[in-house]
């Protein structure tokens, strides 16, 4: 062996690192790409629901007092029901005070949403006209004839309190009522169908 053999070094240069960079780029683009595409495709639309003019959604157009009467009142329904059931009349304000059943106690929660003042109406409903409006409207609880039956909810929000001699839809709008509806859409619960 010759001495010229082993101080020969060898120069290795790097394979192009602009080339892998640029390949790693473009693979990750495509990713993106193909993601967002089966996003646009796949993605849920949030359709909202019309309305009628009469109407107002629980949900958006009603105070956070006026959410949590309503809210109480579809819960008080339930027990108003059963206690109609076994005494085969509806149940009085007095009673459903007794119960503790919210909005019908007077506690200091009711107290904060608008002082409510309820009472029966031999027509078949609730009124809690409001002592402080710019709190909450009055509110109409209507039962229904039947025990199968939807409780309607109804809603003033100046300081008269109109009650018509009928409790229909036609004559409540009229008076200036506006029924309270919920609607479950897109935006509130996921419903997947496979």
Known sequence: MSSTNLNRAQVVRPAGAGHETLYVLLVSLLIVALAATVVLLR??????????????????????AEQ??????RVAFDE???????????????????????????????????????QWLPA?????????????????????ADAAGQADVWLRRDSVVAIPAKLDAEDLIAAGWRQVVSHYDAGVTREHRH
Do not use: K
Not at 68 to 73: A, E, H, K, S
Not at 89 to 102: D, F, I, N, Q, S
Not at 124 to 141: D, I, K, M
């Open 68 to 73: 949590g009467i309503y809210t109480d009142l």
């Open 80 to 118: 108003i029901q059963l206690l109609r059931e076994e005494n085969a009349a509806a149940p009085g304000v007095a009673t459903l005070a007794e119960e503790g059943l919210p909005p019908f106690v007077v506690d200091a929660g009711s107290q904060g949403r608008g002082a409510h003042r309820w």
């Open 43 to 64: 993605g849920e639309r949030e359709d909202e629901q019309a309305i009628a003019s009469h109407q107002i959604d629980a949900r958006r157009d009603l105070t956070a």
């Open 124 to 144: 078949g409903a609730y009124l809690g006209s409001s002592q402080a409006n710019e709190v909450a409207g009055s509110f109409l609880l209507i039962l229904p």
